[in-house]
């Protein structure tokens, strides 16, 4: 369980504000909310910013409750990114930023700060220094009870203090499940409604025969290279964590391995570019994720109406 907490703390932000971890503009099919989400963010009236302070507000609880059960936990809000992008040059989320700065992970670019970039997570030498015994105490007092049986089964361990201050700041979703249903039907067409659709398929494979063809094969999605960029960079900063020799500044004065490291992502994201546009995936996936989306609010539309009209 170490280090999840900035992990939840990324897909609570993403949900909350409706942003990606890393800030992205067109050909992203994620860059603007589909008609289910327009109804959630209505209701909610998250933007990114306040966001990024609802998840600050979140890790103060989380210690303020943990200090109250005899634990000492640090805030860390490393995993909870937004950057302001609308005067960054080249735009994330461009040709020219994705050859030059991958997906924005092992390289940024001036004006776009590194703090929300993955590294140790500040509990973790708290944890590393306790006995079995303390460790499963501070476990169950920051996740609940059951943890261990949850994790087993692969489960989240959503209780204790990190589900008091989730429930506190973004709200129960146990006590709203029109929310709940919305937010359940948002991720289910995300993740597996819209990659089925028969066009998205088969611009997904289009995609990943030009990936091939670039020299990255392996590929189904372009989530998938996204992700495997995103691996490689926490594993580059896992490895640094875990043998702090390795960080040393090279002859350009960065961390010796990164600049390969941003490199390789660059090519891969430029791939991804090219190939996105050339079997117009972007286009086919919103288009199919906000038909299922449609479909969603016009069987629900008066429960959704009554909903974000409760929250005026």
Known sequence: MRGAIATVGVVLLAAAA???????????PTSTPGPAKVYLESALGFTADDAAQAALRMEESIAGCMAEQGFEYVPDTSGYQHV????????PGSHEFAEQFGYGFAAL?????????????PNDELMAAMSPEELAAYQVAMWGEGIEEESSEGGG???????????????DPDEDPVRAALEDEIARIDAEAAPMDPAVARAANQWSDCMSDAGHPGFATPADAEQAAWDSWMAFNDAIAAEPM???????????GQ???AAKE???????????????????WREARDRLQQEYVDGHRAELDAWVESFS
């Open 266 to 284: 660059a090519a891969l994201a430029t791939a991804d570019w090219d190939c996105r546009a050339a079997a117009g995936y972007d286009a086919v």
């Open 18 to 28: 409706g942003c990606s971890p890393e800030a992205t503009e067109e050909p992203s």
């Open 246 to 256: 390795l960080g040393a500044e090279d002859a350009d004065g960065g961390v010796a």
């Open 157 to 171: 361990g959503l209780g204790g203090c990190f589900g008091a201050a989730r429930n506190e700041v973004w709200g």
């Open 84 to 91: 302001e992008t609308s005067e960054i040059d080249p735009p």
């Open 109 to 121: 670019p001036e004006g776009m700060s590194s703090e929300g970039a993955p590294g140790p997570n």
């Open 259 to 261: 600049a390969d490291l």
